[in-house]
């Protein structure tokens, strides 16, 4: 199942695809690894043993406890997905098992892409001028990827700000054939360009990395 809609999806087209997508679309073990550490990922080698690709960046956005704020405000009003070709519902509240849908347009018709938040992880250490918050999503039925995705902001003990991404991504070819690959290579350009830092990708079924 693949949810097209030619014009821009409107509330109540977004509400039934999500209400249409089910379960995950992907493996229970993988669930939660995004919230875990970089070093630890590396460390263990489980996900390279599974064939993700793993590549860690970050972008530096600022410095001091306001910009933290407005970085976190945008977060939780997806700004991060206020795009001219994509967008998601900014009156999606951010809670755990909130399901939602990222609307893309790719050609002519919009493709709804269903998920659903898994978990959600804010720290603050005053002590240490410290905090973060972020949140974790995973692709459900009828979404063209499988994997989940997260997306924080942090501000270290230097007071610096910076936006971060974590996804993984098994990238079966399973519906949408060349859409499915084209639309790959559009998120990955999307986040070379975002502020955002660490991928996860694999390729199952076609053994071909798209980065």
């Known amino acids: 199942m693949v949810f097209f809609c030619w014009n821009r999806p409107s509330l109540e087209v977004q509400k039934d695809c999500v209400n249409k997508s089910g379960s995950f679309n992907y493996d229970?073990?993988?669930?939660?690894?995004?919230?875990?550490?970089?070093?630890?990922?590396?460390?263990?080698?489980?996900?390279?043993?599974?064939?993700?690709?793993?590549?860690?960046?970050?972008?530096?956005v600022g410095s001091g406890h306001p910009t933290y704020e407005k970085a976190k405000n945008a977060l939780q009003s997806w700004r991060h997905f206020a795009l001219n070709w994509a967008f998601v519902n900014?009156?999606?509240?951010?809670?755990?098992?909130?399901?939602?849908?990222?609307?893309?347009?790719?050609?002519?018709?919009?493709?709804?892409?269903?998920?659903?938040?898994?978990?959600i992880t804010e720290v603050s250490d005053r002590k240490k001028h410290k905090a973060s918050f972020g949140f974790g999503s995973g692709t459900l039925q009828g979404h063209l990827l499988a994997g989940?995705?997260?997306?924080?902001?942090?501000?270290?003990?230097?007071?610096?700000?910076?936006?971060?991404?974590?996804?993984?991504?098994?990238?079966?070819?399973?519906?949408?054939?060349?859409?499915?690959?084209?639309?790959?290579?559009?998120?990955?350009?999307?986040?070379?360009?975002?502020?955002?830092?660490?991928?996860l990708l694999k390729s199952e079924q076609s053994n071909l990395l798209c980065v």
């Open 28 to 60: 229970t073990k993988y669930r939660g690894a995004t919230a875990k550490p970089l070093s630890s990922l590396q460390q263990k080698g489980e996900l390279a043993k599974d064939g993700f690709f793993v590549n860690h960046s970050r972008v530096l």
């Open 90 to 119: 900014p009156k999606t509240p951010i809670q755990t098992e909130t399901k939602f849908c990222v609307c893309v347009k790719q050609f002519l018709p919009w493709m709804l892409m269903p998920l659903q938040v898994s978990y």
């Open 148 to 199: 989940e995705e997260r997306f924080s902001v942090e501000m270290d003990e230097n007071d610096q700000v910076w936006n971060l991404l974590r996804l993984k991504d098994p990238f079966t070819y399973r519906e949408g054939g060349g859409v499915r690959g084209t639309f790959c290579l559009r998120i990955l350009h999307w986040m070379i360009r975002s502020t955002y830092s660490w991928k």
